[in-house]
């Protein structure tokens, strides 16, 4: 059984993958930051930790690692601002790298974002930056020595699970439901030999187990 750790586990997705994650025999610790978060992630059978990224140290992480194997980073500000974006996907990102490090994380998984996300409108500056940061948070975890896996979703809807995705280097744009995004990743945990990669992932004909594996099969 691995431990897993969920940066930002009171979110959307994070909550959808998290009995996916248990389901599949994995002991799943989720990191929140509202009081009432605590008995929404407890009902889901994590075991919430309770911290603010934005104020915890590397340190303080790290000590919240302890018997990690795997963490999942799937924190993000929202688009709640240039400073709040910088804090939470770029600098929170780094240091859940520097924590994984230091207590000796095997592998981490990240939520980035679609290369061709918003490009057909014009979203102004805050947006901009967004996708600067996001971009040099995979470059970061690319270089830091550490398994990685980095997926890249489309835009994200909340519809309901169609059961399928196109997932790969690079495949064409769309919009992929959360739920597809959280049953995606649950299963590509679950499939190690999938590492070291970027996967963009949007709406598609392949069902999941069926995406995961061919994944799996052209893994170096």
């Known amino acids: 059984m691995a431990h897993i750790f969920i940066v930002g586990g009171a979110g959307q997705i994070a ?3 998290t009995p996916q994650l248990i389901a599949g025999g994995n002991r799943v610790s989720s990191l929140y930051r509202h ?3 605590h008995d929404q992630l407890a009902d ?3 075991t919430p930790v309770k911290g603010d990224l934005t104020q915890l140290s590397p340190q303080d992480m790290a000590s919240m690692l302890t018997d990690v194997q795997t963490v ?21 990102l780094e240091k859940t790298v520097a924590a994984a490090k230091e207590a000796g994380v ?7 974002v679609f290369p061709e996300a918003g490009r057909n409108a014009d979203l102004g500056d805050g947006f901009e930056n967004y996708m600067r940061v996001k971009k040099m948070a995979d470059v970061h975890l690319v270089q830091s020595g550490l398994e990685f896996v980095i997926i890249r979703p489309g835009t994200l809807g909340d519809d309901g699970a169609t059961g399928k995705v196109s997932a790969g280097l690079a495949v064409p744009y769309g919009t992929i ?5 959280a049953d995606f990743i649950a299963q590509a945990v679950a ?9 963009e992932l949007a709406p598609g004909d392949d069902p999941i ?9 052209t893994a170096r």
């Open 15 to 17: 909550r959808l993958m």
């Open 35 to 37: 009081d009432e978060q």
């Open 44 to 46: 889901l059978g994590a």
């Open 72 to 92: 999942i980073f799937a924190a993000g500000a929202g688009g709640a601002g240039e400073d709040l974006t910088n804090a939470v996907d770029g600098e929170g």
């Open 106 to 112: 095997k592998r981490v998984y990240l939520i980035s």
């Open 177 to 181: 439901q959360r739920a597809d995004v």
């Open 191 to 199: 499939t190690p030999q999938i590492v070291n990669t970027i996967i």
């Open 209 to 217: 187990p069926v995406a995961v594996s061919a994944l799996a099969s």
